[in-house]
């Protein structure tokens, strides 16, 4: 069973007065097996949402996350959006996340 990383979930719509809403990837190389190598994932904005940087949300910078070796399946690392208050009354908007260039060392 190869190792893969997602999102643990699709996000909750935050109150933008919080500031930072986490996004958590999971890492999934099945039941009571953990990592023989480290494994990591680069996280970009896909920039395809209904919300808008950096009225928003601040520019999301892409980043890479590793699992390091001997990792558990299931682990979870976080990565953080942070979310502007820009005082106006709206609907619900979204942020699109990517995942790309996953690598095995």
């Given amino acids: 069973h190869a190792a893969t990383v997602g999102f643990a979930s ?3 719509a935050p109150d933008e007065a919080v500031g930072a ?10 039941p ?8 990591s ?5 896909l920039r395809t949402g209904t919300a808008v940087p950096p009225s928003d949300y601040s520019s999301f910078s892409a980043r890479t996350v590793t699992f ?4 558990a399946d299931g ?3 976080t990565v953080n ?3 502007v208050d820009d005082g106006a009354l709206e609907s619900d ?9 996953p690598s095995a060392a």
């Fill in 68 to 71: 390091a070796l001997g990792t």
């Fill in 21 to 30: 809403e986490s996004v958590a990837l999971e890492l999934d190389c099945g």
């Fill in 41 to 45: 994932v680069r996280v970009s904005d």
């Fill in 93 to 101: 908007e979204t942020v699109q996340l990517g995942l790309s260039a």
């Fill in 10 to 12: 699709a996000g909750d």
């Fill in 75 to 77: 682990a979870i690392q």
């Fill in 81 to 83: 959006l942070n979310v």
């Fill in 32 to 39: 009571g097996v953990t990592l023989g190598v480290a494994v």
